[in-house]
T-cell receptor
């Protein structure tokens, strides 16, 4: 069964304290892995798509990496505005882009 | 370019009633998906529509249904509401269902918060 597990469930950081969020996945074949950011009361906001092991993408203080079994979202020198829930989702082979399998997310809090 | 819009944003219903939620995708997007988000289960796929046809359906009871119109706008309906249907219902749109390397992914709307009393 295809599944996605994110850890930790919650993470509290001080401003400037770098860390990483983990997304482990089990799928029969991976077509793409997605990272989203979700603020309270809002829909998920797209961050990255990764397609193959070894791929990396960066956006401001965020960097996403992908291996054959997991993805990491590295946050460098975070700021309070980075506080949000970060969601990981996979698009397995045989599935559709509109039918993603999501993890339950990591809730990140960054204190000034 | 306007994003995905969903109406209404908030809704309160009682058990046994039915509800219809609406989603307007990004202009030019023809694929619309619906998800249910709850604190316990996270985001769960409901169904996906493309060119007015349902392409995929998640593991939800038949009380949950949807449709898509020729202008790509979509509606979902939940009949005989239960307390457990209280959730944030999210709509997402994309150009097409297929995922092509380098192609844009799906974009989510703000959601409709449904509370069943």
């Amino acid at each position: 069964e295809d599944q996605v597990t994110q850890s930790p469930e919650a993470l509290r950081l001080q401003e400037g304290e770098s860390s990483s969020l983990n997304c482990s996945y089990t799928v029969s074949g991976l077509r793409g892995l997605f990272w989203y950011r979700q603020d309270p009361g809002k829909g998920p906001e797209f961050l990255f798509t990764l397609y193959s092991a070894g791929e990396e993408k960066e956006k401001e203080r965020l960097k996403a990496t992908l291996t054959k079994k997991e993805s990491f979202l590295h946050i460098t020198a975070p700021k309070p505005e980075d506080s949000a829930t970060y969601l990981c989702a996979v698009h397995p082979y045989g599935g559709s882009q509109g039918n993603l399998i999501f993890g339950k997310g990591t809730k990140l809090s960054v204190k000034p | 370019k306007a994003g995905v819009t969903q109406t209404p944003r908030y809704l309160i219903k009682t058990r046994g009633q039915q509800v219809t939620l609406s989603c307007s995708p990004i202009s030019g997007h023809r694929s619309v998906s619906w998800y249910q988000q709850t604190p316990g289960q996270g985001l769960q796929f409901l169904f996906e529509y493309f060119s007015e046809t349902q392409r995929n359906k998640g593991n939800f009871p038949g009380r949950f249904s949807g449709r898509q119109f020729s202008n790509s706008r979509s509606e979902m309906n939940v009949s005989t509401l239960e307390l457990g249907d209280s959730a944030l219902y999210l709509c997402a749109s994309s150009l097409a269902p297929g995922l092509v390397s380098g192609q844009e992914t799906q974009y989510f709307g703000p959601g409709t918060r449904l509370l069943v009393l």
